[in-house]
């Protein structure tokens, strides 16, 4: 009696002693649902032949992908996973975003990669059950779960029909492999046949079975890992930006000392490039290499620009210090950093393009399919707005953008920030917007002046100095406005004015120190600054969205 067979003494029969059965007492019985040994096994080798039928899908996929990749055909959008991770993300609402960014900070994508690889196991198990039950059944859900990812893929920026053969031959590689495994399971009798007494079948079924597990998971690993070795565009592209050297700039840089406070533990004034938070939309870097480059202007412009790599190095580049910002930073939070730029003003090559009346935005547009709508004001104000090739004396790590990406002094990144740029879109607010303001967060983003305590930690125990004192110290920004007081009380008592460190630029972080004379016990240190304008940071509490966090950061500490 087949286990697949409507009627008989197959496991999945619609009556009788099956664990499947719609009456009696098996898996899905309305009166029992405890599992016996041989229905455990069923469904036990259904999940063993699905999630090694998906390995087998996304081993072969990755390696289809990297073949046509070596091909300079596809940039990364053929991987399935990738994109179908990728639409997630484009899909994600708002409290969703800001609750994997508050959770996981600049983990956040590591995170959605463990979770990617646990609801696609579980969907894979799901589908080797059902085959196990009907294996027509399983593979069509297969083939539409392949359907999907299909989709994910077509719908990618900058794709190409031919994008979707990777996936295509992942999941005919899969089904092939999943009826291979099925057809065991049933013939070594795992499939918990209730004609016989015995849960498995003659040693030589069972062995079969299980070398057809471990064959079949070695190849799509083998296959994985293949595709990661011979994906050649990441090694091009690591090999392009080895290969670039920096123009000297007319007016280098020089961070003064007195910038720089000496006080263990605070976040020194340019963050080394290494340590410099992360944010954006890309699941998988985008990969281009300075040859691939192009940047196009067009829209609301008297004549429409090309740039290539060779001429913006051209240009003359300038160097400049500027504090960048996620709009997503909790109050006290470490999503922002000051580094030294090197590029190119864009108010330059607008200038070349010639803004049309009336236009008011600048859509920048990536290579991973970001897109931020930038006032055209804070382009063409003056303000060190660069198109960035450089970041602390060095070509932009991969990860940061290169070979270029915007700096706006000023904004929040979600509006000016835009890595692997290849578009400035000259336009109106009315007209269009960028990718994060038709989820909900505003259309402006001007960063709000604030300031975090560094030194101590929350929580942390302190012991004064012999004269009775603890250093207290932080950073504090309001860029493009500047730093001009910082102020710390404790225990809700008087503010207390800080020491400031010097100020190179407004468009960079503020450190700043206070020498407190503490007394032995627990106590709320509170931070609050005041910026070139006169403003005084607000204390009233609002969450990140939809245009930055407000508030007071405070912090507990335990003096000894």
């Known amino acids: 009696a087949g286990p697949s067979r409507s009627r008989g003494a197959g496991p999945f029969r619609s009556g009788g002693a099956g664990p499947f059965r719609s009456g009696g007492g098996g898996i899905f019985s309305g009166r029992r649902a405890t599992l016996t040994p041989m229905r455990r096994t069923a469904v036990v080798t259904g999940a063993l032949c699905g999630v090694v039928a998906g390995a087998v899908v996304l081993g072969v996929a990755t390696l289809v992908a990297a ?42 994508k590591v995170a959605l990669w463990v979770g990617m690889a646990l609801v696609l196991t579980a969907l894979a198990a799901l589908v080797g059950i059902v085959a196990v039950r009907a294996l027509r059944g399983g593979l069509l859900l297969l083939a539409a779960l392949g359907a999907v990812a299909c ?7 900058g794709s190409q029909p031919t994008d979707a053969l990777a996936t295509l031959v992942g999941v005919v590689a899969g089904t092939a492999a999943l009826a291979w495994l099925v057809r065991r399971a049933r013939r070594a ?50 090999a392009s ?135 055209l004001a804070a382009l063409t104000d003056g303000r060190d707005a660069l198109l960035a090739v450089g970041m602390n004396g060095r070509p932009l790590p991969v990860e940061h953008g290169f070979p270029v990406r915007l700096v706006v002094p000023g904004l929040y990144g979600y509006v000016s920030a835009t890595k692997w740029l290849t578009e400035l879109k000259v336009t109106r607010f009315a007209d269009d917007a960028g990718y994060w303001t038709p989820r909900g967060w505003s259309a402006l983003g001007p960063v709000k002046t604030s300031s975090r305590i560094d030194v101590p930690r929350r929580g942390a125990t302190v012991q004064r100095s012999p004269d009775g004192l603890v250093v207290v110290a932080g950073v504090a920004w309001a860029q493009h406005r500047g730093i001009d007081a910082v102020e710390v009380a404790v225990d809700d008592g008087p503010w207390q004015r800080a020491e400031l460190a010097a100020e190179p630029t407004t468009d960079a972080w503020r450190a700043w120190r206070l020498r407190w004379a503490a007394s032995p016990g627990e106590h709320v240190l509170t931070v609050r600054a005041g ?8 204390s009233a509490q609002a969450p990140p969205a939809p245009d930055g966090a407000t508030g007071l950061h405070r912090v507990e500490v335990t003096v000894t």
């Open 67 to 108: 073949l046509m990749d070596r091909s300079g055909r596809v940039g990364g959008t053929a991987s399935p996973l990738v994109a179908v991770g990728s639409a997630f993300v484009d899909r994600t609402p708002r409290w969703l975003k800001e609750a994997a960014v508050s959770a996981f900070g600049t983990a956040d």
């Open 151 to 157: 989709a994910a893929v077509l719908t990618r920026p």
């Open 241 to 375: 930006r080895a290969a670039v050297r920096l123009p000297a700039v007319a007016r280098p840089v020089v961070v003064p000392a007195a910038a720089s406070l000496d006080v263990p533990g605070l976040t020194p004034f340019l963050v080394p490039t290494a340590d410099f938070y992360r944010i954006d939309i890309a699941l998988a870097v985008p990969q281009v290499s300075t040859g691939d480059w192009r940047l196009r202007v067009h829209g609301l412009v008297e004549r429409e620009v090309e740039l290539r790599w060779e001429d913006l190095l051209a240009a003359p580049l300038r160097e400049a210090l500027v504090t960048l910002a996620c709009v997503s930073n909790e109050v006290g939070g470490d999503l922002v950093g000051n580094a030294r730029w090197t590029g190119w003003p864009v108010r330059e090559l607008l200038a070349r393009a010639g803004p049309l009346p009336g236009a008011d935005m600048v859509l920048s547009s990536g290579a991973d399919g970001f897109s931020a709508g930038t006032p």
């Open 531 to 538: 910026d070139g304008t006169g403003a005084v940071q607000t």
């Open 189 to 238: 009798g795992a499939a918990g046949s209730a004609v016989s007494p015995r849960a498995w079948g003659p040693p030589l079924e069972r062995r079969d079975l299980v070398l057809g597990y471990a064959g079949l998971t070695a190849m799509a690993v083998a296959a994985a890992a293949a595709g990661q070795a011979l994906g050649g565009r990441a090694r091009s592209v690591a």
